[in-house]
């Protein structure tokens, strides 16, 4: 009979669901990035426009951090082993980070101290061939809308396509701006050019606050969100037997990747075996019903009656 002494059990999952569809639109997005780059990069030579500098730049950003995140896509599936128990999920989050600070920030800055002296001085840049330079920035909208369509299209998305989604949109929104830029410099007002350079360095510098800041918190033991929290105790309450929970808490280890452990109260007086089905039966249940990869469940004895 269980009285007075706690059951443990533990599992581990491993997510089964298909990350192909992902993996390809985020292996589609470097592909693109790095052509657009070296586009990006000639036609500035060429055309001597700054907002061409400065996408070609973000661009060159952009490749980092879509190559951390599809690094990450395909770490997420490595199992856990002796030396990461929790599997190698979070990498994900320190290399968003590093590109974040090391980078991002970087490129923002030198950006920020390129354009701000031409703007104050009125420096009268040498603009040559500009109807190329707006053939460049439209052709690159219309190229990085090709992988954007293709992580639109997905039916389920994780968290490491919801990243490389708003930073596609983020581009989108960068070079609309330099390209209206160079549309008004070649009006004959050449301060658009500085000043289109800077709101791209400003996208891109909120975008680095903004990934330090999101990943950081995943760092140092993000919780899966109330809902998720809410979903997974509903889940263990439904199973017969289940008095109580208690000792309840859950952490992201990864993208789409929850560790949770808890303890559940059981009727005092049953067997240690039919607690132990108990505990079974629970852990079957979340890990076929909530987004836990990771779950650790103690059975106790119910409180309170003799």
């Not at 132990?276 to 890990?287: A, L, P, S, Y």
Request: aromatic share 8%.
């Amino acid at each position: 009979m269980i009285d007075g002494t706690t059951a443990a059990a533990t599992s581990l999952a491993t997510p089964t669901s298909s990350h192909e569809g992902e993996t390809r639109a985020l292996r589609l997005a470097v592909i693109v990035y790095v052509v657009v780059f070296g586009i990006k990069l000639a036609a500035y030579y060429y055309t001597g426009v700054m907002a061409l500098l400065a996408e070609g730049l973000h661009t060159l950003s952009d490749i980092f951090v879509s190559g951390f995140l599809l690094v990450a896509a395909h770490w997420s599936r490595k199992r856990a082993d002796e030396v990461h128990m929790f599997g190698y999920g979070r990498a994900q989050y320190v290399g968003a980070i590093v590109a974040a600070t090391l980078f991002v920030s970087f490129t923002s800055f030198e950006l920020y101290r390129e354009a701000i002296p031409r703007l104050i001085s009125h420096h009268e840049a040498s603009h040559d061939n500009l109807p190329v330079a707006v053939a460049v920035l439209a052709i690159s909208m219309l190229v990085a809308v090709w992988p954007l369509v293709a992580l639109v299209r997905q039916k389920k998305r994780g968290a490491v396509a919801k990243a490389q989604l708003m930073e596609l949109v983020n581009d989108q929104l960068g070079l609309l701006a330099a390209l209206l830029g160079t549309v008004v410099v070649m009006a004959g007002y050449p301060s658009a050019d500085p000043i289109a350079a800077l709101v791209v360095a400003t996208i891109i510098g909120v975008n680095g606050i903004n990934l330090f800041r999101e990943n950081l918190s995943y760092l140092v033991g993000r919780s899966p969100g109330a809902a998720v929290m809410a979903q997974i105790e509903a889940t263990v309450r439904s199973v017969e037997g289940v008095k109580d929970i208690h000792r309840f808490r859950a952490q992201m280890i990864g993208p789409d990747a929850v560790h949770a452990e808890l303890h559940i109260s059981v009727p005092r007086g049953i067997s240690i075996e039919e607690a132990d089905d108990i505990g079974k039966e629970v852990t079957r249940r979340v890990f076929a019903d909530t987004p836990c990869t990771d779950f650790a469940i103690h059975v106790d004895p119910e409180r309170g009656r003799s």
